[in-house]
């Protein structure tokens, strides 16, 4: 089965950047819809977006002016920008699979972004 | 967005009991709704899609049922592992959004 695995600097500056790259384990790509989902901690889940193999994408409208996504079929790689994040962008970010039915049915492990001074 | 409202908050059972978990939307979203169960350091996994189908591998005592605005989880008989948190959540209408989620904890 795909394993999707995110990486990402973990610690951040409010104002910085933030870049996640997530790694697809098969060749699967282009048959699917890729997605970024965000929880800070202990709190619920936040839709980000979606990206296609083809580039096409779908930014929540609540990050809209933020977010970039892009995608690297050659790697098996698709990736999340998010520009000057603050406390706010706290959270355990998630990369998933949008399944056949367009629910997500794989998500990676996750991986923590904490930002602060 | 579509909210979505997820009751009770908290659930406390013992296992064997049966769980029935509510989530209400505040616009319709047909039978595009599912169900993920999230456990501590974990990412969520797919449960019930498209209202009432269960995912690959899930076990017969989860149920889901619901259409338009109201839906619902039933757990038919809580096993240890069930211990959790579960989110609904909808693809009717954009942005997908989720529910607060609702705790089913250990009585």
């Known amino acids: 089965q795909v394993q999707l695995q995110e990486s990402g600097p973990g610690l951040m500056k409010p104002s910085e950047a933030l870049s996640l790259t997530c790694t697809v384990s098969?060749?699967?790509?282009?048959?699917?819809?890729w997605s970024w989902i965000r929880q800070p901690p202990g709190k619920g889940l936040e839709y980000i977006g979606y990206?296609?193999?083809?580039?096409?994408?779908y930014y929540n409208p609540s990050l809209k002016s933020r977010v970039t996504m892009s995608v690297d079929t050659s790697k098996n790689q698709f990736s999340l920008k998010l520009a000057s994040v603050t406390a706010a962008d706290t959270a355990m970010y998630y990369c998933?699979?949008?399944?056949?039915?367009?629910?997500?049915?794989?998500w990676g492990q996750g991986t923590l972004i904490t930002v602060s001074s | 967005e579509t909210v979505l409202t997820q009751s009770p908050a908290t659930l406390s059972l013992s296992p064997g009991e049966r769980a029935t978990l509510s989530c209400r939307a505040s616009?319709?979203?047909?039978?595009?709704l599912a169900w993920y169960q999230q456990k501590p350091g974990q990412a969520p996994r797919l449960l019930i899609y498209?209202?009432?189908n269960r995912a690959t591998g899930i076990p017969a005592r989860f149920s889901g049922s619901g259409s338009g605005t109201d839906f619902t989880l039933t757990i038919s008989s809580l096993e240890p592992e069930d211990f959790a948190v579960y989110y609904c959540?909808?693809?009717?209408?954009?942005?997908?959004?989720f529910g607060e989620g609702t705790k089913v904890e250990i009585k």
């Open positions: 498209d209202a009432s």
């Open positions: 616009q319709s979203v047909s039978s595009f």
């Open positions: 998933v699979r949008e399944g056949p039915r367009r629910y997500f049915d794989y």
């Open positions: 098969d060749d699967s790509m282009s048959s699917y819809y």
């Open positions: 990206i296609y193999y083809s580039g096409t994408t």
């Open positions: 959540q909808q693809r009717s209408n954009w942005p997908r959004t």
